[in-house]
C-alpha cells in the first residue's frame, strides 16, 4: 500500500514537473489585423476601456487591452506615463485624467499628458465618473431591482448636487493644482462632499439641504483661514469654465472613488430599496396563495442583482459631452493609422 502510493506521488510529482518546464500557453487568435496594445492604469479599468475600443471596432486594428507586465509589480498612473517615451501607433496608453486635462498646461504632469500623442485621458476626473453618468442610472437601478418606476430624477439630483458642492469643489481642485495639499485635503473634501443619508422623498431635497450646510461650513473655515487665496479662487472658476466645468455639471470633474463610494453608491442603495419594497409589496398583494405566491416570491428575489455590479458594468455613458471629446480623440488617432496603413498596402500592389 505505502509503495503504491510513493509511486502515485513520484507520478504527480514529474507530470507538474513537466507542465512547469513546458507551459501549455493559449496562442493569441491571428485574425490579419495589426495588433495594437493598449495598457491601462490597473485591473479594474481593463473592461472600461475595452468597452470603449468597441466602439472603434475596424478591419485593420485589433486592441487589446492590458495592464503593464512589469516584474517590479506596480501599476498607475505613474507608471504608463513612464512609457510616453514608448508609445507609438502599436502602444497605446490610457488614463485617469485626474485634473490633468483642467489643469491644461498649468502643471508639468498636465502638460506631459495633454501633450501625448498616443496618450488617452478621460476628460472626466475618472473612468467612475463615466460609470456613475446621472441619465444612466435609472437604467442601473431596473437592471439591478427589475423595476422600472420612476420614483426618483436621478439627473435633476445630481444637478443640484454639483451646485452645492461647486464652491468646495473649486478650493479643492485650486489646492491641488498648486499643490497645496495642506490647505484641503482629499479626505477633507470626501467627508464635506458625502452623502451621509438619502431621503428619497422630495428627490432627496432634504439630503440636498444637509450637503449644503456641510459645504458652506467648510467654505467659511477655509475663507477664514486662507483669506488671500478667495480672489484667485474666483479667477479659477472663471478659467475651469472654459474648460467645461459648470456649476451643475461639477460630479464629472470630482474625485472619482469618492462619487462612486460616497455619493451614488448610497443613492442607488436607497432607491433600489424602495423599488424592492415595491416589488414586493406588488407581490404580495396579489391574489396568489401558498405555493403560488412563495414561488413568485422566489423567482422574483432570484433576478435580483449586485447593485454595485450593474454600476460597474454600466456603458450607458456614450451621450456624455465628454465621452465625445475621448472619442474624437480616439477617431483622429484612427483616421491617421488607418490612413497610414492603407498607403503603405496601395504602395506595395503598385510596386
Known amino acids: 500500500m505505502k509503495r503504491a502510493t510513493i509511486e502515485k506521488l513520484k507520478k504527480e510529482a514529474a507530470l507538474r514537473q513537466r507542465y512547469e518546464q513546458q507551459p501549455c500557453l493559449p496562442v493569441a487568435v491571428d485574425d490579419g489585423r495589426k495588433l495594437v496594445r493598449v495598457f491601462v492604469e490597473g485591473y479594474e479599468d481593463v473592461a472600461f476601456w475595452r468597452a470603449i475600443f468597441d466602439h472603434f471596432d475596424n478591419p485593420y486594428l485589433r486592441f487589446e487591452i492590458s495592464v503593464p507586465n512589469r516584474e517590479d509589480l506596480p501599476k498607475g498612473k505613474k507608471v504608463l506615463m513612464s512609457m510616453i517615451p514608448h508609445s507609438s501607433e502599436e502602444l497605446l496608453l490610457c488614463v485617469d485624467s485626474d485634473f490633468d486635462y483642467l489643469f491644461g498646461d498649468r502643471t508639468e504632469q498636465a502638460k506631459e499628458i495633454n501633450e501625448a500623442e498616443f496618450m488617452f485621458h478621460t476628460y472626466t476626473y475618472a473612468t467612475e465618473n463615466y460609470l456613475c453618468y446621472a441619465p444612466s442610472l435609472h437604467n442601473v437601478c431596473v437592471k439591478a431591482t427589475k423595476n422600472d418606476c420612476h ?201
Not at 444637478?159 to 452645492?164: D, L, T
Not at 485650486?174 to 422630495?202: D, H, I, M, P, W
Request: aromatic share 10%.
Open 151 to 351: 420614483i426618483f430624477d436621478f439627473v435633476e439630483f445630481m444637478a443640484e448636487y454639483s451646485r452645492q458642492i461647486y464652491p468646495i469643489f473649486l478650493w479643492y481642485a485650486y489646492s491641488a493644482q498648486l499643490s497645496y495639499e495642506s490647505v484641503f485635503t482629499l479626505q477633507e473634501f470626501k467627508n464635506t462632499v458625502r452623502l451621509g443619508y438619502l431621503e428619497v422623498e422630495c428627490n432627496g431635497a432634504d439630503t440636498l439641504a444637509w450637503v449644503g450646510r456641510q459645504v458652506q461650513r467648510k467654505l467659511r473655515r477655509l475663507e477664514d483661514e486662507h483669506p488671500d487665496m478667495r480672489d484667485d479662487i474666483e479667477a479659477f472658476g472663471e478659467y475651469l469654465r472654459t474648460k467645461g466645468v459648470e456649476p451643475e455639471n461639477t460630479y464629472l470633474y470630482m474625485h472619482g472613488h469618492t462619487l462612486m463610494d460616497n455619493v451614488v453608491m448610497p443613492m442607488l442603495n436607497s432607491v433600489c430599496d424602495k423599488l424592492r419594497q415595491m416589488s414586493v409589496a406588488k407581490i404580495n398583494s396579489s391574489k396568489k396563495q401558498g405555493l403560488p405566491l412563495k414561488n413568485e416570491m422566489s423567482n422574483y428575489m432570484n433576478t435580483l442583482r449586485s447593485i454595485r455590479d450593474v454600476l460597474l458594468d454600466n456603458e450607458n455613458y456614450t451621450s456624455c459631452p465628454l465621452y465625445a471629446k475621448l472619442r474624437e480623440d480616439i477617431q483622429r488617432y484612427l483616421e491617421n493609422t488607418i490612413g497610414k496603413i492603407e498607403r503603405e498596402r496601395n504602395s506595395v500592389t503598385l510596386k
